[in-house]
């Protein structure tokens, strides 16, 4: 059943009126979202494209899916490992100066991605723009919930992570165009390199942007030097570890599986740790509740989604319609576009609920079993012998994609109303983290199934599955309605 949200100390929220126009602030954190999924989202159809030309550094393994996987993996062990102390730190130092740094960072490493030379070097710079890219998400979500009155506050933390939607569309249509480029500009092989140096160019300029906002709009003068020092003194020791497993998996010739399965073990290690000093600090009764850990549980189906499909869409989509790569790319974009109606739209329905006196999850469970139920329809037409059309594979993405984006507002809506508005960056950052662990394992594990039967469709069949499993943790949650406006 639903409850009144309980008063707490600290900061008062976001129900009082906010002090800052929080349309244009929406603005400047969408075109966030957008640049840092255009960044991280190029290395699947970059990888796709080397699988084809047998070009790169990946083109000549033997197990080219896999390898191109685990290097997804890897930039999302990154990923997921600042995600809780990027909300600390913005906690601490400021959510909109961890927004700047964030960008900055993803900026910079994304043109370094595309100059470096030699796989460990290329996982290198991923890994490093993953960590960087962390701390966005937990203060984005912060500051959406801060400075939005609380009767549209779903609907903007879906306007604003539209942004996410459309830097996939960017990353998966633009990146085939931009290495064409490359290639009409006498690159040859090294015109996977093209895309990188542009979308990092964008970011800078985005980054630019959310610095000018901020400092005018939204608070004074940025402080970006501390949180910077600080972030790199967290990312050190986790750089050095990935690096070192990787380079060592590469000198000792593990199978890409093993190395992704101790990344994954790192990563369980940390979030034990972060676990049991949030114990000890006193507030595992809201951050590590009965029903928030639910919640957390609950989205490692969604991120295990969102990059199965962001990652190889396009290269399921071309080899089951045996298409082009660039019209593959086209018609995987319509699983990333959906999320312009899907992401606003959800957070509209959910606020529209709210308004009535009505509770959030049932909304949430009907939108996450139809999504499952249309993956499913996905996979039954990768797995038919036959060639489905590239326009039945491009309405099944649609279709799924509204429904799978337009639930992703409604969780972090009930997610954030679990605990107390002072402690909503440290509990984005926990919900990433734990969430992360679908991200980390999906690239990796669904190369694998693919090289082992020679189909996607296994892989598709394991990502509807978990969804019907979250399906049932959403069902066991305990919501609290926001405090009313």
């Known amino acids: 059943m639903s409850e009144p949200l309980r008063s707490h100390p600290g900061p008062p929220d976001a129900a009082v009126p906010p002090r800052v126009p929080y349309k244009p602030l929406w603005a400047v954190l969408l075109l966030g979202w957008l640049v840092s999924y255009a960044d991280r989202t190029v290395t699947g159809p970059v990888i796709a494209w080397m699988i084809q030309n047998k070009a790169g550094f990946i083109g000549d393994s033997a197990n080219p ?152 709009r939204l608070g004074g003068p940025l402080r970006l030097r501390a949180p910077f020092l600080r972030l790199i003194a967290y990312s050190a020791p986790t750089f050095a570890a990935v690096l070192t497993l990787f380079w060592v998996a590469d000198r000792l010739g593990w199978p890409e599986w093993a ?12 979030i034990a740790v972060i676990v049991r000093n949030e114990i000890r600090a006193g507030r595992a009764s809201t951050l590590l509740s009965r029903d928030a850990l639910l919640m957390y549980i609950g989205f490692i189906a969604v991120l295990w989604n969102l990059w199965f499909f962001s990652f190889w869409s396009v290269l399921i989509v071309r080899e089951t319609a045996q298409s082009s790569l660039t019209a593959a790319a086209l018609t995987a974009a319509f699983n990333a576009v959906a999320g312009i109606i899907g992401f606003p739209a959800g957070g509209w329905l959910a606020d529209r609920r709210v308004r009535r006196g009505k509770g959030r999850k049932p909304l949430l469970i009907g939108l996450t079993l139809g999504y499952a139920v249309l993956v499913v329809l996905f996979g039954l037409s990768v797995m038919r012998g036959e060639q489905p059309s590239l326009l039945v594979l491009g309405l099944l993405l649609f279709s799924s994609g509204v429904l799978f984006n337009a639930l992703q507002p409604v969780q972090h809506g009930m997610t954030g109303d679990l605990v107390p508005p002072d402690q909503r960056g440290s509990m984005f950052g926990l919900f990433n983290l734990i969430a992360e662990v679908g991200a980390v394992a999906s690239p990796v594990v669904s190369g694998l199934l693919r090289d082992a039967t020679g189909s996607w469709a296994p892989g598709v069949f394991v990502a509807a599955a978990l969804m019907f499993a979250s399906a049932v943790l959403y069902a066991l949650v305990r919501e609290k309605m926001p405090a009313p406006a």
């Open 65 to 216: 899916a896999t390898l191109g996987g685990l290097i997804g993996s890897l930039f999302f062990v990154g990923y997921m490992l600042t995600q809780y102390p990027g909300g600390k730190l913005g906690d601490r130092f400021g959510h909109r100066e961890m927004i700047v740094v964030s960008l900055l960072w993803a900026g910079v490493m994304t043109i370094v991605s595309g100059l470096v030379a030699g796989l460990i070097a290329f996982v290198a710079a991923r890994v490093l723009t993953g960590l960087g890219e962390g701390v966005f998400y937990s203060n984005d979500r912060t500051l959406v919930m801060a400075h939005t009155p609380v009767q549209k506050r779903t609907l903007g933390l879906g306007v604003v992570i539209t942004g996410l939607s459309i830097g996939l569309t960017v990353g998966i249509v633009a990146t085939p165009l931009l290495i064409d480029w490359g290639r009409s500009l006498g690159m040859g092989e090294e015109a996977w390199r093209v895309p990188f140096y542009v979308l990092g160019a964008v970011t800078l300029v985005v980054a630019a942007l959310a610095a000018w906002f901020f400092r005018n």
């Open 259 to 270: 190395t992704a399965g101790v990344a994954l073990l790192l990563a369980g290690v940390y």
